[in-house]
């Protein structure tokens, strides 16, 4: 399994980054995806789910401003964010189970500063 995240980079306090995951070695269209984050000295938490058959949940801190969505053709999982904030600054990673193991993609810093 592998999983490829890329789309970070600086952003501006109420700008938007788009994040991506590409999977591979996985059925992806059958597997529940998820996107977590962790800022320097925090726990890894999670961001944000879409299961197989598109239902979605976030974390209360970015309802309203963050959006996950797939795309099975492509085996590509995506989160939008809109209205960043310097609290959203954190390495974002995706993430998947298989088999009851998790699987992590390699990380992508986001850093919301002016």
């Known amino acids: 399994v592998q999983l490829q995240a890329s789309g970070g980079g600086l952003a501006l306090p109420g700008g938007s980054k788009r994040l991506s995951c590409a999977a591979s070695?996985?059925?992806?269209?059958?597997?529940?995806m998820s996107w977590y984050r962790q800022a320097p000295g925090d726990e890894r938490e999670l961001v944000a789910t879409?299961?197989?058959?598109?239902?979605?949940s976030y974390a209360d801190s970015v309802k309203g401003r963050f959006a996950i969505s797939r795309d099975n053709v492509r085996r590509t999982v995506y989160l939008q964010m809109n209205s960043l904030k310097p609290e959203d600054t954190a390495a974002y990673y995706c993430?998947?189970?298989?088999?009851?193991?998790?699987?992590w993609g390699q990380g992508t810093q986001v850093t919301v500063s002016s």
């Open positions: 879409i299961t197989s058959n598109h239902s979605t």
């Open positions: 993430q998947t189970q298989l088999r009851g193991r998790a699987y």
């Open positions: 070695g996985i059925l992806f269209r059958a597997n529940t």
